[in-house]
């Protein structure tokens, strides 16, 4: 079944280990960032394996190639879903970091590798103006994403706009994986490039990660069921 992640985006475990259990989300599949990992290190990931969540462990690393392989091979061991790097970091440093993933796996277990391509946060402006990118957005994901395909990666991290010229341009099994997934009556606070569950189901993305929609919701658990439900059947809002 394609994943829908949810974002825990809270500042501990405590915070979020509340919000799973008030809201019977347990077991639920779950994206890990920065905040909530760098708070609690590795624990945090024991106690989410020990409530069946898949997880998905969003570090996103960029440092040079060594560095980036042996800090892979370290997560490797904690047997998580999924684990990114950024692919502006290039094609050595992608195909260390997946090095680092199958000499640190136990047998038995893929961890796999995702590259983020174009931050789902960034327009058109942020890529000429300040990351001084030429071409089309859209042209340099397609870069990025085919640099992450010959570097030996599973998959990128994109949008939905994206998702499907990915897969013409490298492999249908190269998996697409996209956040700034929003419910139509939504905000789309600091994303830019943001799409809805059946959206992304159309273009064939395999799996979305969903946060304060969800999060911030009067009824998380059913504003969850409803994402999910729009998600597994293109139901629209």
């Given amino acids: 079944m394609k994943p829908l992640f949810l974002a825990l985006d809270f500042p501990t ?3 979020a280990k509340r919000f799973l259990d008030e809201n019977g989300l347990n077991g639920v599949p779950v994206k890990v960032g920065m905040e ?3 708070r609690e290190g ?3 990931i024991e106690q989410l394996k020990l409530q069946g969540h898949p997880i998905f462990l969003d570090l996103k ?5 060594n560095t980036v392989m042996r800090a892979m091979r370290n997560l490797a061991s904690l047997e998580v879903d999924y684990v990114n790097v950024h692919a502006l970091g290039g094609k050595e440093m992608i195909k260390r970091a997946k090095e680092g993933l199958v000499s640190g796996s136990k047998a038995g277990h893929e961890t796999k590798l995702l590259a983020v391509t174009i ?3 960034m327009d058109e402006n942020t890529l000429h103006e300040e990351l ?6 859209v042209d340099n994901v397609i870069h990025f994403a085919k640099l992450a395909y010959e570097s030996g990666a599973d998959g990128v991290v994109c949008s939905v706009y994206e998702a499907h010229k990915i897969k013409q341009a490298t492999a249908h099994s190269f998996e697409t994986v996209t956040p700034g997934i929003r419910l139509t009556s939504d905000a789309r606070d600091d994303q830019k490039r943001v799409a ?3 959206l992304a189901r159309e273009e ?8 304060r929609s969800i999060t911030q919701a009067e009824n998380p658990k059913s504003t969850y069921e409803r994402a999910l439900k729009e998600w597994k059947h293109g139901f629209k809002n």
């Fill in 13 to 15: 475990w405590k915070d």
């Fill in 36 to 38: 909530l990992f760098y």
């Fill in 42 to 44: 590795v624990s945090v």
């Fill in 61 to 65: 690393l960029h440092d040079i190639p």
């Fill in 119 to 121: 931050l789902t946060s």
């Fill in 132 to 137: 001084t990118l030429s071409g089309p957005l």
């Fill in 196 to 198: 809805t569950p059946a």
């Fill in 204 to 211: 064939g993305v395999d799996a979305i990660v969903i946060g």
